[in-house]
């Protein structure tokens, strides 16, 4: 499996790093093993001389020309917050990038990109009227530029059409994997038990509301009105708060967050649950109906299905 990894200036070391090593590391573990199937990762480049964040220097070959990958991976670039992502989105290799993922997709390559990735991969356009993720902190950011895209950014790997995305950050990790288990699960599980990676499916357990970079003053009122309302949360209430209507006020949370405002507001809800429970030894019963639910049980199932953990374990994390 010849994998291209398109490096971009500016590139996210660790996102970098996480693909090289996992794929490196699974081709080593095939070669002890007898096996065939071995990735091999080559580094890319639409420039000669490519540096990563913090100024390192990267051993590129050229991207044009040459023998058609089997599958390019586009790794983060070092952007967290939106404006400096806006400005690189900007630049002309991006731009380039976008003319070959596009050329290369048209000879049947199979497209993947991580965290800040997909931000290049989307605006390629490659990824219109399909299912894709991204960084959960940066989806509003998403949402706005890429409007055509089916966005579901609980999910840690997405894959349709010869396109796959990845989550936040260390997703570089997941993705990698993904790519080894489409040609030998077990070579995965192997790689993974010696890189001590743990199955990730969900951002769920992740994502911190109140880190959803956003910059809408609606959103915003609704957001510090229902955080002090959780118990007696009313959306005629928050939309009055808001200063808007319950429909209009919907719509902009669906357009800004890709969510409504209740389900929002349990996201919400399962944060502060989940601060009560490891900063308090208040019980189950009472930290539900403070963050509004009516019984305990009704919040450990919630806990379980957005987090994937029970009380017991949320509280032994906060023990460690």
């Known amino acids: 499996m010849d994998v291209a990894v398109l490096v971009l200036d500016q590139v996210f070391d660790l996102g970098l790093s996480a693909v090289l090593d996992t794929l490196t590391t699974a081709g080593e573990l095939a070669q002890l093993g ?16 490519v540096a990563t964040q913090h100024g390192l220097t990267v051993p590129v070959t050229p991207a044009q020309g040459g023998a058609r990958p089997d599958v390019v991976v586009v790794p983060a670039l070092g952007c967290k917050v939106p404006d400096t992502l806006r400005a690189a989105l900007g630049r002309k290799d991006v731009h380039e990038a976008g003319e070959l993922l596009r050329d290369w997709s048209r000879q049947g390559t199979l497209l993947a990109a991580a965290c800040t990735g997909t931000f290049v991969l989307a ?14 902190w940066l989806v509003p950011l998403f949402r706005q530029l890429y409007p055509r895209v089916d966005l579901d950014e609980s999910r840690m790997i997405v894959e349709a059409r010869g396109r796959v995305t990845a989550g936040a ?21 192997q790689t993974a038990r010696y890189l ?43 939309a009055r708060a808001a200063g808007t209507s319950e429909r209009t006020l919907a719509r902009r949370l669906h357009d800004v967050l890709g969510k409504s405002p209740l389900g929002f507001v349990q ?23 403070e963050v509004g639910y009516q019984s305990g049980v009704t919040l450990r199932t919630l806990l379980r299905r957005k987090l994937g953990r029970g009380v017991r374990e949320l509280r032994r994390a906060r023990a460690r």
């Open 169 to 189: 950050a260390l997703a570089h990790l997941d993705l990698a994997l993904w790519l080894v288990r489409r040609k030998s699960p077990s070579l995965a599980a």
């Open 196 to 238: 001590m990676v743990d199955a990730r499916p969900s951002q769920a357990a992740f994502a911190i509301p109140d880190q959803l970079a956003h910059d809408d003053p609606m959103v915003e009122r609704f957001e510090r009105w229902a955080r002090g309302h959780l118990a007696d949360f009313s959306l005629a209430a928050a």
């Open 34 to 49: 007898g096996g065939r199937a071995q990735p091999r990762p080559r580094m890319v480049g639409l420039r000669r001389h």
């Open 267 to 289: 996201e919400l809800r399962v944060e502060r649950a989940v601060h009560l429970l490891q900063s308090s030894s208040a019980d189950v019963d009472s930290i539900a109906a």
């Open 123 to 136: 605006a390629s356009g490659l990824l219109d009227d399909g299912p894709a993720t991204t960084t959960w």
